[in-house]
């Protein structure tokens, strides 16, 4: 490698020594994420998993996609790079869980107009740490230098990641019945979702985003909507080995109007108490500025909900509790109805 280097293509504004050198710094990175299964090092032409299929009846690969978005221009704005590699994982392992898989390993793949290797190793480290936070192994991704299609300073970033679930225990929507009970997991923020029309709303000007907003307790606006996807799949996990649940939906672009109905069944509908809703300053903040009407904000944003799961009545409090055993301050936020259609907020 320390041979590979081609005047021509650097003239061209491709430095592939750039690349080692990104590879090299984001290493120790990488390795925090190791776990059972992980076979060979970064650096090959494909990352290599052997799963552990002990006590699983029927294994199913389950698969999910997704990227960071027009949030990477706040990334840019501010210049914190750190972060935004825990959306993109969260993005793909938040959806992978829903159905009751358990990701087992994930790759990245960021674009730029210029390779800064230590840029770079910034976002991998973030990728890192929301693959530590979802039990899940980096094992691989790619780095593209594409000058002339990006701008020097701007980059985008997407992966994807591969879970595990046995397919005698995936999450059946056909179990559910009126009178189920919907549990809000909150959000820490905007998450990823959205964020063009709070750019619209808000001033995109470092000096605005960095100054303290009273509206926000003291916190800087760049810092609230920076603030990175919550993670869920340790409590979800632990969730379902001890209740049965019923549906999870992963509240994403489209909000509560499109993403909750996605797990339910047919015939029945969500019906959420508006009031019992802890949504964060920051939506309130954005509606008022913004003059966004309330069924705009419930299918843009997901309103302080990062995930609803879905369990029996009966077994509410049990699952309250296991989730609150693992940090998550969840609540009831409402039932299903079959007198309602879609998503009806009280």
Known sequence: MERSYSESYAAAGVDITAGYKAVELMKSHIARTHIPGVLGEVGGFGGLFEPNLTGIKRPMLVSGTDGVGTKLKLAFLLDKHNTVGIDCVAMCVNDVICCGARPLFFLDYIACGKNVPERIADIVSGVAEGCVQAGAALIGGETAEMPGFYPENEYDLAG????????????????????????????????????????????????????PEAALGGISLGEALLCPTK???????????????????????????ENIPRMLKPGLGAKIEKSVLKTPALFHLLAERGGVPERDMFNTFNMGVGMAVCVPKADADKALAILHAQGEAAYVMGELSPSVEGVSLC
């Open 231 to 257: 993670i869920y799949v340790k409590p979800i996990l632990a969730l379902m080995e001890q209740v049965e649940v019923r549906g999870v939906a992963h509240i994403t672009g489209g909000g509560f109007h």
């Open 160 to 211: 994807f990641c591969v879970g595990l679930a046995d397919g005698e225990k995936l999450v059946d929507r056909n179990l559910q019945e009126a009178g189920d009970v919907l549990l809000a997991l909150p959000s820490s923020g905007l998450h990823s979702n959205g964020f063009s029309l709070a750019r619209k709303v808000f001033p995109m000007e470092t000096e605005a985003l960095r100054a």
